[in-house]
Nanobody
Framework: QVQLVESGGGLVQAGGSLRLSCAAS????????MGWYRQAPGKQRELVAR??????????NYADSVKGRFTISRDNAKNTVYLQMNSLKPEDSAVYYC?????????WGQGTQVTVSS
């Protein structure tokens, strides 16, 4: 059974930082492309950051809206993917989820809420 458990969200002022973590089990983590997604109220879920598998070099890609502010990384020994978020903006407020890329519906966890106050 696959479990993806996100943590690290919270309330932060604009300009602040947060580090999200996602612990994975039930998958061969190091061979999967992993991503951080977010969903704001009334909006579709979007992929904001992606990191490729160990066999694909661990390369990263970002949505234009977060490029230069967010950094995705992974620790294959801990089966964990991280999202360092700096210079946060109110428009970054959303529930953040991790999943493989492309996302598999059965893998979605509960996510972690990020709220950025202005």
């Amino acid at each position: 059974q696959v479990q993806l458990v996100e943590s690290g969200g919270g309330l932060v002022q604009a300009g602040g930082s947060l580090r999200l973590s996602c612990a994975a089990s039930g998958i061969i983590f190091r061979f999967n492309f992993m991503g951080w997604y977010r969903q704001a109220p009334g909006k579709q879920r979007e992929l904001v950051a992606r990191i490729t598998s160990i066999t694909s070099g661990g390369n990263t890609n970002y949505a234009d809206s977060v490029k230069g502010r967010f950094t995705i990384s992974r620790d294959n020994a801990k089966n964990t993917v991280y999202l360092q978020m700096n210079s946060l903006k109110p428009e970054d407020s959303a529930v953040y989820y991790c999943n493989v890329v492309p996302g598999i519906p059965d893998y979605w966890g509960q996510g972690t809420q990020v709220t950025v106050s202005s």
